[in-house]
Structures are given as C-alpha cells and as structure tokens.
C-alpha cells in the first residue's frame, strides 16, 4: 500500500504563487510517474501535469509556462509550483502516483484563486 499526502494549497489573488508538495510513504518499491490533477466544482478531473521516474514532463495547455512539475526520488516526492494563478486555476488538486501499475491518489488540496 502506498500513501499520498498533500500539502501546500490555500487562498491566493491572481497573479499569486502557491507550490503544492505531494509525499508518498508506505510499501514503496518503485514509484515510476507522479502527477498532479484538478478538480473544479462541477468538472471532471483533469490532468495539470505528470513527471516520470527519468524527470519528464507532460503538462496541460492551460498551464504550460506557468506551472512547473518536479521530484526528488529519494523522498517518493512530488511538487508543483504555481506561477501567475487565475482564478480558473480554482480547484482541488490530487497527487497520483503509479506504482507498480496502480495508481495511488492523495485526498486533494484546495486551491482557490480569487479576481
């Protein structure tokens, strides 16, 4: 079994910055992608960005240039700094991880983003 814990999220004005931290502990063997999602009232989950055990990255459109995806391995963690928030940046924000071909979610972080 692996944990995921979330942290980081809160109430921020436009234009603000937030880093969201994502810590993974349990039965690890191997974590090979983390990713972090979103969630807005009344949408389905997206994807914002994922980061491979190698550091590449995949982001959303929305989000290129703006948000940035990173890891450090050996502490099974994973962080997402956010840059120029919007207000349609406002949801809650999940941490997966893949793991052994399972994927893990954390409880979600609440991001919101206010004009």
């Known amino acids: 079994q692996v944990q995921l814990v979330e942290s980081g999220g809160g109430l921020v004005q436009a234009g603000g910055s937030l880093r969201l931290t994502c810590a993974a502990s349990?039965?690890?063997?191997?974590?090979?992608?983390m990713g972090w999602y979103r969630q807005a009232p009344g949408k389905q989950r997206e994807l914002v960005a994922v980061?491979?055990?190698?550091?590449?990255?995949n982001y959303a459109d929305s989000v290129k240039g703006r948000f940035t995806i990173s890891r450090a391995n050996a502490k099974n963690t994973v962080y997402l700094q956010m840059n120029s928030l919007k207000p349609e940046d406002t949801a809650v924000y999940y941490c997966?991880?893949?793991?052994w071909g399972t994927g893990y979610w954390g409880q979600g972080t609440q991001v919101t983003v206010s004009s």
């Open positions: 997966k991880a893949d793991h």
């Open positions: 349990g039965t690890i063997f191997r974590i090979n992608d």
């Open positions: 980061i491979t055990s190698g550091g590449s990255t």
